[in-house]
């Protein structure tokens, strides 16, 4: 095995299978297969909503690459006359910054450092990319969901229910036909917004928001929560967690907010943080499925967050870095990417699983190591 995955490793630095799920099943009796919104997918390996998935390219080159879904840059809902309660985060800025950030232990990750917040060209224009996603889930080349930051109120106030009407039945409008697959992304510039500032406020968003979704969509909806990394200490993330019970999938968490330099954050503060949260609260089974976000750069890292229960991960930053942290030579980013986090002889997905199944960790069924077994073994992480 080893010295077959050293081959494959050196061979796919060219390219990389279309179908490398279908190898990997082949050739170690591995199967990928892993889940994400209640949807089965080939493997583990999506991406985040963010700057990489603003245009129907982008999403072809997730598909060419191989992707298992891909998360469309957030939206800001709007009613019909086009007010926006949160207008504030669909602010314009292009430039962002790749660059280390160093965390404890002497350990540099990577994070991207950018001023900007949601979709800021008009919801139109959103819709239109909707419909480009649709088209390639319709086809089988890659799962594209949309993701849309919809009205929070303060502790007093009532939902603004025409936002979340309107919004959601254009997006249902677009993709046509049942289920709607929605993330609902709290982000980290709302973590560091004054409007973060009250635990009960935030309590309460994500005990009703996904009852306000589902009840405004005229099409049966499946609702991811993509929970923010609130300023409040570890436990507060748990009450979190246990508050938002009605989601069908938590995407566990987005990035760290820097209140000083005003700048959401990544690298291994982050993980760090996910990872300690998620192994403390954690009961298998028994929360809403789970999907990993937050410096994965190695399939060692994926499978730290299998570890804690969940069924897939979506990244962002990995997707950015400069082409020479890549060991592959040719190649879209994530192609070189997904050959990294894959076939890495130490640090990929396949070697780890194999790591685990000598440790007694992970058994083969059937003959097969199964990634959606790792969840099974979650009690057993930390
Ligand atoms: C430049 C940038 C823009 C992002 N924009 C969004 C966004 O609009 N909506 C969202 O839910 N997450 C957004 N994210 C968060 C990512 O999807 C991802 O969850 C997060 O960066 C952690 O993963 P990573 O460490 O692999 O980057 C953004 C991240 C970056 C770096």
């Known amino acids: 095995m080893p010295a077959t995955l050293e081959r494959d490793f050196d061979r796919f630095k060219r390219e990389l299978p279309r179908d490398f799920p279908a190898h990997v099943r082949e050739t170690y009796r591995i199967d990928l297969s892993a889940r994400y919104l209640g949807e089965l997918v080939p493997h583990p390996i999506g991406k985040g909503s963010g700057q990489l998935s603003l245009n129907a390219g982008q999403l072809e080159d997730d598909a060419a690459a191989g992707l298992a879904f891909a998360v469309l840059k957030t939206v800001i809902a709007e009613d019909e006359t086009g007010a926006r309660t949160m207008a504030a985060w669909a602010i314009h800025e292009t430039k962002m910054k790749v660059e280390r950030r160093p965390a404890g232990a002497g350990r540099a990750g990577w994070t991207v450092t950018w001023k900007g917040r949601g979709w800021d060209r008009t919801f139109t224009e959103y819709l239109a990319l909707v419909r480009a996603g649709r088209d390639l889930t319709r086809a089988g080349r890659l799962l594209v969901i949309p993701s849309v930051k919809y009205h929070l109120p303060r502790l007093a106030e009532p939902f603004r229910e025409g936002e979340y009407r309107y919004t959601t039945a254009q997006l249902a409008d677009a993709w046509r036909e049942p289920p709607l697959l929605v993330e609902k992304d709290f982000s980290p510039t709302l973590a560091g917004d004054a409007l973060a500032d009250d635990r009960e406020q935030i309590l309460r968003w994500l005990r009703e928001v996904p009852a306000r979704i589902q009840g405004a969509s005229p099409i049966p909806?499946?609702?991811?929560?993509?929970?923010?990394?609130?300023?409040?200490?570890?436990?507060?993330?748990?009450?979190?967690?246990?508050?938002?019970?009605?989601?069908?999938?938590?995407?566990?968490?987005?990035?760290?907010?820097?209140?000083?330099?005003?700048?959401?954050?990544?690298?291994?503060?982050?993980?760090?943080?996910?990872?300690?949260?998620?192994?403390?609260?954690?009961?298998?089974?028994?929360?809403?499925?789970?999907?990993?976000?937050?410096?994965?750069?190695?399939?060692?890292?994926?499978?730290?967050?299998?570890?804690?229960?969940?069924e897939s991960v979506q990244l962002h930053t990995f997707f950015q870095v400069p082409l020479s942290e890549y060991p592959a030579t040719h190649g879209s980013r994530p192609q070189r990417a997904l050959h990294a986090l894959v076939f890495h002889p130490r640090d990929g997905l396949i070697a780890g699983m194999l790591e685990l199944e000598a440790r007694g960790e992970l058994e083969r069924r059937s003959g097969e190591l199964r990634f959606l077994d790792l969840r099974a073994h979650a009690h057993r992480a930390g």
């Open 221 to 310: 909806v499946r609702l991811a929560v993509k929970l923010m990394n609130a300023r409040f200490d570890d436990r507060f993330q748990v009450e979190m967690v246990e508050a938002c019970t009605a989601a069908d999938t938590l995407v566990v968490f987005n990035r760290l907010f820097d209140a000083e330099q005003g700048v959401a954050y990544g690298g291994w503060d982050l993980s760090d943080r996910n990872l300690r949260v998620l192994k403390t609260q954690l009961t298998p089974g028994a929360s809403p499925g789970l999907t990993g976000t937050g410096n994965i750069c190695s399939g060692r890292m994926i499978l730290d967050y299998a570890r804690c229960g969940c």
